[in-house]
Nanobody, 125 residues
Framework: VQLQAFGGGLVQAGGSLRLSCAAS????????MGWFRQAPGKEREFVAA????????DYQDSVKGRFTISRDNAKNTVYLQMNRLKPEDTAVYYC???????????????????WGQGTLVTVSS
């Protein structure tokens, strides 16, 4: 499966962005799906994810209440709505999916098999 993340950009603190992750090759969103981010000089970190059917979600504590992961099955696309953005949210954001589906929510990058190319989000103060 090929993933393509887009929707990043430059936004002022307090603003919003919606990232999209489109897939081709298979109906990837029937398996686990996650968003991760990597800031300069830092390791890739978990942001949000849901399990194979979207029935369960998990978020990094710092984004809870501000970010929402969702999906559109018909469009084979997953979204990350980001509100009340902060400068510390600045990073390259990646979407990822798994080959095997699970009822559990995966939050470790090592649990994901296919990755998008990343989209840069810059939040100015």
């Amino acid at each position: 499966v090929q993933l393509q993340a887009f929707g990043g950009g430059l936004v002022q603190a307090g603003g919003s962005l919606r990232l999209s992750c489109a897939a081709s090759g298979r109906t990837f969103i029937t398996c686990n799906m996650g968003w991760f981010r990597q800031a300069p000089g830092k390791e890739r970190e978990f942001v949000a994810a849901f399990n194979w059917n979207g029935g369960s979600t998990d978020y990094q504590d710092s984004v809870k209440g501000r970010f929402t992961i969702s999906r559109d099955n018909a469009k084979n696309t997953v979204y990350l709505q980001m509100n009340r953005l902060k400068p510390e949210d600045t990073a390259v954001y990646y979407c990822a999916t798994t080959l095997a589906c699970s009822v559990s929510v995966y939050i470790s990058p090592g649990q994901y098999n296919d990755w998008g190319q990343g989209t840069l989000v810059t939040v100015s103060s």
